[in-house]
């Protein structure tokens, strides 16, 4: 059942996404852009890793990007957001490229 897999997978990330958002809120008061974007990229990371294994090899690249971006992004902090933003929206077009030509193979 992949997509059972999939959906488990990223309704994990949402849910620790919402996790960390409380915590830091709890423990300092603010969400700080060179701390949380981090986060949430390391937590990306995983998510990729994982459907490297099941669904697409690719897939640990993006994970490895999500892991670069993570360290990369709280020495510039001001930029997290755009980094965070570019480095997803990337992800998700390579992927539906890589959807897209699978659906034009198997037509």
């Not at 990371?45 to 090899?57: A, K, Q, R």
């Not at 997290?80 to 997803?88: E, M, N, Q, R, Y």
Request: hydrophobic share 55%; proline share 5%.
């Amino acid at each position: 059942k992949p997509a059972r897999q999939l959906w488990s997978l990223w309704l994990g990330y949402v849910a620790g996404s919402i996790a960390l958002a409380l915590i830091n809120h709890i423990l300092g008061g603010n969400l700080e852009l060179g701390t949380f974007y981090p986060q949430l990229a390391v937590l990306g990371s995983l998510g990729f890793i994982m459907m490297g294994s099941s669904y697409w090899g690719y897939c640990y690249v993006i994970g490895g990007s999500f892991l670069v971006m993570a360290i990369v992004m709280p020495f510039v902090p001001a930029l997290a957001p755009i980094i965070f933003g570019l480095v997803w929206g990337v992800s998700l077009l390579v992927l539906s490229s890589h959807l897209r030509k699978l659906a034009d193979d198997n037509a």
